[in-house]
């Protein structure tokens, strides 16, 4: 007998090229979340690019809070002021600021000729729109807060010049000027409406975002420091897996990587550049002086004398920080408070404080690497019983009166870079919504508004002195080290940035190249 | 009763419990994404954000209100096609969900042409030469693939084919929109890895199938007839032996075609289980509901086309019935 059917390795053969050809026609309909709907970058050798993670928030510039969505959204729209890696103030779309005398008022001269990349002129109408979006009282913009009890409000005069009227003097306010959602955008702009048109007056053009996949960029040549951007164009890619992003790096798929431990023991260094950019935050210890054991500053003296601030820089940081002398101000602040000793680890002190004590308590926070080595450190010191509670971000951070991250005994929780005033207002002022110390001292309040309230330098310079004294000694907040963020980059990029990617920098990439 | 009955039956009862099992799950997921800690405003928002505008962006999009209630509101929505807007995107839902959907099929496809072959031709193989050096070799190397993780496979992958040759793209999602042959390139790896997951259990069902077949008494009479080659093989044992195979294979191309977290993530493929990574993440209760309804119904409807090719493949199957 003969059979006439197909045997079951031609059967098998033929599903598999049916499910093949299935596959090919499914591949060809498949596509991304394109919200643009222009085609992608092609010449990616004159293209800067970068890895980001997926932003898990909606883009638009009056409410990104996410550092990959800020990116996204702030390459297109273009801040009055930026900071460099030394801390200087840099005129973006404002030429000039001056404050009165009595420092309650703010004058912003705007560069003349800026536009959108709609054609339109940058003009005061719109930098006043964009800072009452922020500041409204129905604002979900994360910068809200910085301006909270600081400015009053803002107005137009003439097109050229805005004019902000201040609730209080701070003599910081520039400073201000350079955060989160600060991207100036037009006076007509509808919140919620970024993607479907892309508008601000930066750097670069968004050619395509898709969610999930990443964004392509050209560069804008209305911008009005266009011959100062030499590269062609920006790519972000997104990689939701740090593995994936390393081999990406190594590849040369992307341009940069954030130089963690994870990248630091993989690859040889000596083949990239190593970017070092300015301070971008300091992670505090907040110690609770209202319960047991730090209700005793004796405890807290101890435990400040007892940190080894160089081990956290060695095992926590890679070696991208700097020793801190637990008051907050940065080193490349423009004062810096003299008089006090430098706080290194010093047990005979540590002993004489406790006088034969032994302390326990429990470290609480969401940065398990530095709960770790803190927790190892201290545990190696006579006196102290250490454990360790290590949250989810969620839970640490969770809403509500009984939040871990205000209530517990010791925390560890990481914060901005600001100007050193600002943090008396957020978590050293009795009544503010951070105070996770439950720290209470009318004089800081008092030397933090007089210090906001001048621009004379030496008076300045002494309120700085007595303020930090004041934080050194009451400790609160133990401030070991100052964290500067490093990165990666490939060799075929050529020239400085302004300093690391992010919103106090205005993500600037003036002067930087790509080499043939 | 007539084969044609019998599927109409089972249309019918799977008819019934889709929507069941569906439902239970739609209220697991809902009631989950409650109790875990984490707050959609505060996570959009940063950390930042006074309580009032967390509170206030909550509001806005309907998730202050009582569980039960925004519940109901949302499957009265989903049933009548209003899938609702991503908290995290901003986009509707149903487009988000699809687009994706399909993305995840073609993936899923690309790798269930990869396992079908791959894994029938090593099991057949392994059973022509029980008991050899091949046959042990193969038994070790499957054995040990099985128990890889498919991360671990991902990465080796991408190190081997991205890194050191480099012959195929570490971002699988550069190549999806961009024509047949860049998108195929680019699902090349993820779906290999897919593939291998799979490979190492289908073709030990089917050596042990054929090896069954083969030492059976109506396989010694059809020799004895004089049935040789492709007659023997295809009339006789692959029929019978591959019985298992076929409803194994029908459970996992469902599986595949619902997407995989892990390898969607790993090679930044933008499917289905990629985007159910990311609405977890942020508690993106909509897409999540949306994302777990459509996975959930794609593997029973697998289920349901593998219990009616079985009975086409097996007259003998039947299910039970009370009456």
Same mark, same amino acid.
């Given at each position: 007998?003969?059979?006439?059917?197909?045997?079951?390795?031609?059967?098998?053969?033929?599903?598999?090229?049916?499910?093949?050809?299935?596959?090919?026609?499914?591949?060809?309909?498949?596509?991304?979340?394109?919200?643009?709907?222009?085609?992608?970058?092609?010449?990616?050798?004159?293209?800067?690019?970068?890895?980001?993670? !997926?932003?898990?928030?909606?883009?638009?510039?009056?409410?990104?809070?996410?550092?990959?969505?800020?990116?996204?959204?702030?390459?297109?729209?273009?801040?009055?002021?930026?900071?460099?890696?030394?801390?200087?103030?840099?005129?973006?779309?404002?030429?000039?600021?001056?404050? /009165?005398?009595?420092?309650?008022?703010?004058?912003?001269?705007?560069?003349?000729?800026?536009?959108?990349?709609?054609?339109?002129?940058?003009?005061?109408?719109?930098?006043?729109?964009?800072?009452?979006?922020?500041?409204?009282?129905?604002?979900?913009?994360?910068?809200?807060?910085?301006?909270?009890?600081?400015?009053?409000?803002?107005?137009?005069?003439?097109?050229?010049?805005?004019?902000?009227?201040?609730?209080?003097?701070?003599?910081?306010?520039?400073?201000?000027?350079?955060?989160?959602?600060?991207?100036?955008?037009?006076?007509?702009?509808?919140?919620?409406?970024?993607?479907?048109?892309?508008?601000?007056?930066?750097?670069?053009?968004?050619?395509?975002?898709?969610?999930?996949?990443?964004?392509?960029?050209?560069?804008?040549?209305?911008?009005?420091?266009?011959?100062?951007?030499?590269?062609?164009?920006?790519?972000?890619?997104?990689?939701?897996?740090?593995?994936?992003?390393?081999?990406?790096?190594?590849?040369?798929?992307?341009?940069?990587?954030?130089?963690?431990?994870?990248?630091?023991?993989?690859?040889?260094?000596?083949?990239?550049?190593?970017? /070092?950019?300015?301070?971008?935050?300091?992670?505090?210890?907040?110690?609770?002086?209202?319960?047991?054991?730090?209700?005793?500053?004796?405890?807290?003296?101890?435990?400040?004398?007892?940190?080894?601030?160089?081990?956290?820089?060695?095992?926590?940081?890679?070696?991208?920080? !700097?020793?801190?002398?637990?008051?907050?101000?940065?080193?490349?602040?423009?004062?810096?408070?003299?008089?006090?000793?430098?706080?290194?680890?010093?047990?005979?002190?540590?002993?004489?404080?406790?006088?034969?004590?032994?302390?326990?308590?429990?470290?609480?926070?969401?940065?398990?690497?530095?709960?770790?080595?803190?927790?190892?450190?201290?545990?190696?010191?006579?006196?102290?019983?250490?454990?360790?509670?290590?949250?989810?971000?969620?839970?640490?951070?969770?809403?509500?009166?009984?939040?871990?991250?205000?209530?517990?005994?010791?925390?560890?929780?990481?914060?901005?870079?600001?100007?050193?005033?600002?943090?008396?207002?957020?978590?050293?002022?009795?009544?503010?919504?951070?105070?996770?110390?439950?720290?209470?001292?009318?004089?800081?309040?008092?030397?933090?508004?007089?210090? !906001?309230?001048?621009? !004379?330098?030496?008076?300045?310079?002494?309120?700085?002195?007595?303020?930090?004294?004041?934080?050194?000694?009451?400790?609160?907040?133990?401030?070991?080290?100052?964290?500067?963020? /490093?990165?990666?980059?490939?060799?075929?990029?050529?020239?400085?940035?302004?300093?690391?990617?992010?919103?106090?920098?205005?993500?600037?990439?003036?002067?930087?190249?790509?080499?043939? | 009763?007539?084969?044609?009955?019998?599927?109409?039956?089972?249309?019918?009862?799977?008819?019934?419990?889709?929507?069941?099992?569906?439902?239970?799950? $739609?209220?697991?997921?809902?009631?989950?994404?409650?109790?875990?800690?984490?707050?959609?405003?505060?996570?959009?928002?940063?950390?930042?954000?006074?309580?009032?505008?967390?509170?206030?962006?909550?509001?806005?999009?309907?998730?202050?209100?009582?569980?039960?209630?925004?519940?109901?509101?949302?499957?009265?929505?989903?049933?009548?096609?209003?899938?609702?807007?991503?908290?995290?995107?901003?986009?509707?839902?149903?487009?988000?969900?699809?687009?994706?959907?399909?993305?995840?099929?073609?993936?899923?496809?690309?790798?269930?042409?990869?396992?079908?072959?791959?894994?029938?031709?090593?099991?057949?193989?392994?059973?022509?030469?029980?008991?050899?050096?091949?046959?042990?070799?193969?038994?070790?190397?499957?054995?040990?693939?099985? $128990?890889?993780?498919?991360?671990?496979?991902?990465?080796?992958?991408?190190?081997?084919?991205?890194?050191?040759?480099?012959?195929?793209?570490?971002? $699988?999602?550069?190549?999806?929109?961009?024509?047949?042959?860049?998108?195929?390139?680019?699902?090349?790896?993820?779906?290999?890895?897919?593939?291998?997951?799979?490979?190492?259990?289908?073709?030990?069902?089917?050596?042990?199938?054929?090896?069954?077949?083969?030492?059976?008494?109506?396989?010694?009479?059809?020799?004895?007839?004089?049935?040789?080659?492709?007659?023997?093989?295809?009339?006789?044992?692959?029929?019978?032996?591959?019985?298992?195979?076929? $409803?194994?294979?029908?459970?996992?191309?469902?599986?595949?075609?619902?997407?995989?977290?892990?390898?969607?993530?790993?090679?930044?493929?933008?499917?289905?289980?990629?985007?159910?990574?990311?609405?977890?993440?942020?508690?993106?209760?909509?897409?999540?509901?949306?994302?777990?309804?459509?996975?959930?119904?794609?593997?029973?409807?697998?289920?349901?086309?593998?219990?009616?090719?079985?009975?086409?493949?097996?007259?003998?199957?039947?299910?039970?019935?009370?009456?």
């Amino acid at each position: 007998m003969t059979s006439t059917r197909f045997s079951p390795g031609a059967r098998a053969a033929v599903a598999a090229l049916a499910v093949g050809a299935v596959t090919v026609a499914l591949a060809g309909c498949a596509t991304g979340t394109d919200t643009t709907n222009t085609a992608a970058n092609s010449d990616a050798d004159a293209v800067y690019r970068i890895p980001i993670t !997926d932003p898990g928030s909606e883009i638009d510039p009056l409410t990104v809070a996410d550092y990959n969505a800020q990116l996204i959204s702030g390459l297109v729209t273009e801040p009055l002021v930026s900071l460099d890696a030394d801390g200087a103030l840099n005129p973006r779309l404002a030429t000039a600021w001056e404050a /009165s005398e009595d420092g309650l008022t703010w004058t912003v001269t705007l560069r003349e000729g800026a536009l959108f990349n709609d054609g339109s002129p940058v003009t005061s109408a719109d930098v006043v729109a964009t800072f009452e979006a922020i500041t409204g009282e129905d604002s979900l913009s994360a910068g809200r807060s910085a301006f909270e009890g600081i400015l009053d409000s803002v107005a137009a005069d003439g097109d050229g010049t805005v004019v902000f009227t201040l609730a209080r003097a701070f003599s910081d306010f520039p400073l201000l000027l350079t955060g989160t959602n600060t991207g100036i955008l037009p006076a007509d702009y509808e919140p919620g409406t970024w993607l479907d048109n892309p508008v601000g007056a930066g750097q670069f053009l968004l050619e395509d975002y898709t969610v999930g996949e990443g964004a392509t960029y050209v560069k804008n040549p209305d911008y009005w420091d266009a011959d100062d951007i030499l590269v062609d164009g920006v790519e972000l890619k997104i990689y939701d897996d740090s593995q994936a992003s390393l081999l990406a790096f190594q590849a040369g798929e992307i341009d940069r990587i954030a130089l963690t431990s994870d990248v630091a023991a993989a690859v040889d260094e000596s083949q990239y550049q190593v970017i /070092s950019s300015g301070y971008n935050k300091f992670d505090g210890i907040f110690l609770n002086v209202e319960a047991a054991p730090f209700d005793d500053p004796a405890v807290r003296e101890a435990l400040a004398w007892a940190i080894d601030r160089q081990g956290l820089i060695d095992n926590v940081y890679e070696g991208n920080a !700097d020793i801190a002398n637990d008051v907050t101000f940065f080193p490349d602040y423009e004062l810096q408070p003299a008089g006090l000793e430098q706080r290194e680890q010093d047990l005979d002190k540590v002993a004489e404080l406790l006088d034969g004590r032994t302390v326990s308590f429990t470290i609480t926070t969401d940065n398990q690497l530095y709960g770790e080595v803190l927790q190892q450190q201290l545990n190696a010191v006579p006196g102290f019983e250490v454990d360790l509670d290590v949250l989810t971000g969620e839970q640490y951070y969770a809403d509500g009166d009984a939040t871990p991250w205000l209530n517990a005994p010791l925390t560890i929780t990481n914060w901005a870079k600001r100007a050193p005033s600002q943090y008396i207002s957020l978590i050293y002022t009795a009544d503010a919504a951070w105070n996770a110390s439950h720290y209470a001292n009318p004089e800081i309040e008092q030397l933090g508004q007089s210090f !906001d309230a001048t621009t !004379d330098e030496a008076e300045r310079q002494g309120l700085a002195d007595d303020i930090a004294a004041i934080q050194w000694s009451d400790l609160p907040v133990i401030i070991p080290t100052f964290a500067k963020g /490093s990165v990666l980059q490939s060799t075929r990029i050529e020239g400085e940035f302004a300093g690391d990617l992010d919103f106090d920098t205005g993500y600037s990439f003036a002067g930087v190249s790509i080499s043939e | 009763m007539g084969g044609g009955r019998q599927h109409y039956r089972i249309i019918g009862q799977r008819a019934v419990q889709i929507p069941l099992v569906l439902l239970v799950v $739609s209220v697991l997921v809902f009631w989950l994404v409650q109790v875990v800690p984490g707050d959609p405003g505060r996570n959009a928002l940063g950390p930042y954000a006074t309580l009032d505008q967390v509170q206030a962006w909550n509001a806005e999009r309907g998730l202050d209100g009582p569980l039960v209630a925004r519940y109901l509101a949302w499957l009265g929505g989903f049933a009548t096609g209003d899938w609702g807007t991503s908290l995290v995107y901003g986009d509707p839902v149903v487009g988000l969900v699809l687009e994706r959907l399909l993305n995840s099929f073609a993936l899923g496809l690309f790798a269930f042409a990869i396992l079908v072959p791959v894994a029938l031709g090593l099991g057949v193989l392994q059973a022509r030469t029980e008991g050899s050096r091949t046959d042990r070799a193969l038994t070790v190397l499957l054995m040990s693939l099985a $128990s890889v993780p498919e991360f671990v496979v991902g990465v080796v992958l991408l190190i081997v084919f991205a890194l050191l040759l480099p012959v195929l793209p570490i971002q $699988s999602g550069a190549g999806v929109g961009e024509g047949f042959l860049p998108q195929l390139r680019a699902m090349t790896l993820p779906a290999i890895t897919l593939a291998l997951g799979y490979v190492s259990v289908v073709a030990r069902m089917t050596r042990t199938g054929v090896v069954e077949t083969t030492g059976s008494q109506f396989y010694r009479t059809a020799v004895v007839k004089g049935v040789r080659g492709p007659a023997l093989f295809g009339g006789h044992v692959a029929r019978n032996a591959l019985i298992p195979t076929v $409803s194994l294979l029908g459970v996992y191309l469902g599986a595949l075609l619902g997407g995989s977290a892990v390898v969607e993530t790993l090679f930044g493929y933008p499917g289905l289980g990629e985007l159910l990574v990311t609405a977890t993440q942020e508690k993106d209760i909509f897409v999540l509901e949306a994302g777990v309804m459509i996975t959930g119904l794609v593997a029973l409807t697998a289920l349901l086309l593998t219990d009616i090719a079985f009975t086409l493949i097996d007259p003998r199957v039947r299910y039970a019935r009370k009456d």
